[in-house]
């Protein structure tokens, strides 16, 4: 039990000192790439408010944004804040980022799982019918599909698919997480799950087909091993043996696949909230740069900087589960 605890508290420390360092590099990048763009927030503010102002009005929200102080302190200022726990307050939004992000990181995170869980699925299933059928007309065909949609940009798919599903077919609606009128609090789960499945399908389509491709390689070089070739002097049949020998040998490097495209689902999230009009973090995000609304563009930054670095670090646990050489690799 000690030494279980005591390698659970390793993978803890290490993790946590990289993402802790990552989150200072990303936020130092984030802040100098904000500085230097040509947009000017108050301007863009002040365009928000709809209402013209003085400039002496101006030059207070100036002087209490800071804009105007060097930019190693206005870092420093709002790092020390941020250690705070004060992310500051969107200018487009008009409420504290950390509200804005508890808010929109469930919408978020609910279509990135679903996503994320029918990219695993599918990617696993057709890379294991690959490479049963190697070479045969089911490889050749669900190969050419993965080619295809893995070239295909993710805003002109969402698109089609609402022209196809929603526009024509009139299967689902054209977006937003639940009918118009309705409070959200009113919006019950069923409701909810309807107006997610096609953005959700349409974001595991960005992964599934990487997955699905490096499983179907995978399982070539497992049945093409000399165990695998004993088995089957043995007799056992096809499935038999992938049941057997195939899934265990590929599930780690799906696995791996699996968690690496949390960076991948969540800039594509950004696109299919967009094409869907899904209240997410991504639509904010979005927002955020078109407005130039600085506070809340860093905190989504930093926030899906944490998200990624603490999936990665979930991928690390989960090996030593899977495979049992990544847990004598670490002692």
């Not at 420093?76 to 500051?88: A, T, V, Y």
């Not at 487009?92 to 679903?114: H, K, Q, T």
């Not at 009139?170 to 019950?188: A, C, K, M, Y």
Request: charged letters at 15%.
């Amino acid at each position: 039990m000690k030494e279980i605890v005591w390698r659970l508290g390793r993978i803890f420390l290490t993790n946590g000192i990289k993402i802790i360092t990552l989150l200072l590099a990303v936020s130092l990048i984030s802040f100098i790439l904000v500085s230097a763009s040509p947009t000017d927030p108050v301007r863009q503010y002040i365009l928000g408010l709809g209402t013209a102002i003085s400039p002496e009005q101006q030059a207070e929200i100036e002087a209490y944004w800071g804009v105007n102080e060097p930019p190693v302190e206005r870092y420093l200022s709002w790092l020390g804040e941020l250690m705070r726990g004060n992310m500051g307050e969107s200018a487009l939004y008009r409420r504290p980022v950390s509200d804005i992000i508890g808010e929109r990181f469930m919408n978020s995170f609910a279509l990135m799982l679903c996503a994320w869980v029918l990219a695993g699925l599918n990617g696993l299933i057709l890379g294991c019918i690959m490479g049963m059928y190697q070479d045969k007309w089911p490889d050749k065909l669900i190969k050419k599909t993965c080619y295809l949609l893995s070239s295909v940009p993710m805003f002109w798919l969402g698109m089609l698919f609402l022209l196809v599903f929603s526009v024509t077919l009139r299967w689902f609606p054209i977006g937003f997480s639940g009918p118009i009128g309705v409070l959200s609090e009113d919006v019950t789960v069923r409701q909810k799950l309807y107006y997610l499945i096609l953005p959700a399908f349409t974001l595991s389509v960005m992964s599934f087909s990487n997955i699905a491709l490096h499983t179907r390689q995978k399982l070539i070089d497992v049945l093409n091993s000399e165990y695998v070739l004993f088995a089957r002097a043995r007799g056992e049949g096809r499935w038999t043996i992938l049941r057997r020998h195939g899934l265990r040998n590929i599930l780690l490097p799906a696995l791996t696949l699996q968690f690496a495209s949390f960076a991948e689902l969540f800039s594509g999230a950004v696109l299919a909230e967009t094409v869907f009009s899904y209240p997410g973090l991504g639509s904010a995000a979005a927002a955020a740069g078109l407005n130039a609304d600085v506070p809340l563009l860093l905190g989504v930054t930093l926030f899906s900087t944490l998200f990624v670095c603490v999936g990665n670090m979930i991928a690390d646990l989960l090996y030593g589960i899977v495979d049992p050489r990544m847990r004598e690799a670490v002692k």
